[in-house]
């Protein structure tokens, strides 16, 4: 029975769920170990990465193709949803947040940038609140700009729109 390999070509966009946005810049053929492996090479421009992976081993670690219409609509609409906000500390929501971001799904990321969102008339965030909603964002961003053919900062501020439409209808406002 032979193995269900995903087929990615040169150029094509991919997403490697611990790195976000790649590009298959190359397939090389190299001998590792006495073996002759076949390898996709991404580049990550944010990153400024370049990683090898063995096309038999693309599936096991999620390396994807760009998300479905449908999934980024599914995204995008996340983010109009009111925010979860948990109760419990800060240290296990950053590693479920984290988790999140690393899973590479696309809605999953979403939740946590809308979760994680600050209008600029709410309370401040702590450093590493920022962090990781940064992190979430700006990887949304780069999938959304794949798909769009437009670039990351485009991208980031049609997020951004979408989150400062959606916040206020779920915060109160204080008169003083």
Known sequence: MAANVLSFDVGDYVVYPKHGVGRVIELQNEEIAGMQLELYV??????????????NKAE??????????????????????????????????AQE????INSGDLVSIAEV?????????????????RQIFEAASSR???????MEETDEPTALTKILEILNIAAPQYYEVKED
Not at 42 to 55: A, G, N, S
Not at 60 to 80: C, I, N, P, Y
């Open 97 to 100: 947040y984290e988790a999140k």
């Open 42 to 55: 991404l580049r990550f421009e944010k990153e400024r990465m370049t990683l090898r992976v063995p096309t």
């Open 140 to 146: 949304l961003a780069r999938e959304l700009a794949a």
């Open 60 to 93: 096991g670690v999620g390396m994807r193709k760009l998300s479905s219409d449908k999934t980024l609509r599914e995204a995008l609409e996340t983010l109009k949803a009111k925010p979860k906000v948990k109760r419990s500390m800060w240290s296990r929501r």
């Open 113 to 129: 940038t809308r979760d994680l969102f600050r209008a600029d008339d709410q309370p401040e965030q702590s450093y590493s609140e």
